[in-house]
Nanobody
Framework: QVQLVESGGGLVQTGESLRLSCAAS????????MGWFRQAPGKERELVAA???????FYAGSVRGRFIVFSNNANHTVYLQMNSLRPEDMAVYYC???????????????WGQGSQVTVSS
């Protein structure tokens, strides 16, 4: 059974940083790419960043240069380091997994439970 368990959301002020973690179990890490999505109220879910087993990375234009996606393959955990946060980054963030052939845009098969990120101005 595949499980993606997220942690690290919270409340920060504009300009501050936050790191999300996603611990994966039940899947072959090297056969999957991992993505981070977000969904703000009234908006569609969007892909923010993705990473493949060879450390190839994808970033949406809105976060490039501010967010960093990286992984620890030994413990099957993917991270999203979010720097210089803005009010428009406020959303529920989800990690997800897709077979590596679908990197980076998906479709994504497995999803975490979501973590709320709130950015106050």
């Amino acid at each position: 059974q595949v499980q993606l368990v997220e942690s690290g959301g919270g409340l920060v002020q504009t300009g501050e940083s936050l790191r999300l973690s996603c611990a994966a179990s039940g899947l072959t890490f090297s056969s999957h790419a991992m993505g981070w999505f977000r969904q703000a109220p009234g908006k569609e879910r969007e892909l923010v960043a993705a990473i493949r087993w060879d450390s190839s990375r994808f970033y949406a234009g809105s976060v490039r240069g501010r967010f960093i996606v990286f992984s620890n393959n030994a413990n099957h955990t993917v991270y999203l380091q979010m720097n210089s946060l803005r009010p428009e980054d406020m959303a529920v963030y989800y990690c997800a997994a897709t077979p590596v052939i679908h990197y980076p845009l998906g479709p994504y098969t497995y999803w975490g439970q979501g973590s709320q990120v709130t950015v106050s101005s």
